[in-house]
């Protein structure tokens, strides 16, 4: 979904923790208060269990939005880059 948004001109990166206990809070503050980061996209195979811990590492400095997928089903390149551009958007 990066390299898709990129092809596309937008400046997109990826944040992918390698272990989720403990969180990864100051890596992830780190990556998102980084210069040219704009906003915080928390893709998620769930309803969103690991957001209120993407929202303390980030403390407010970035918006965050978040795309979730349930039923195993992954959300594919293209719904994640909608909403990438939805959110550059502004919608």
Known sequence: AVTAAR??????????????WPFPY????DAAVA??????????????QMLEDVKIAINGAKPIDFFGHLGSQMPTTEEIV?????????K
């Open 7 to 20: 092809e596309k001109g937008i400046k997109a990166g990826l944040f992918r923790p390698i272990t989720l």
């Open 26 to 29: 100051k890596a992830l503050h």
């Open 35 to 48: 210069p040219g980061v704009k906003a915080v996209l928390d893709v998620e195979l769930n309803e969103g």
């Open 82 to 90: 909608a909403k990438i551009i939805s959110m550059k958007e502004g």
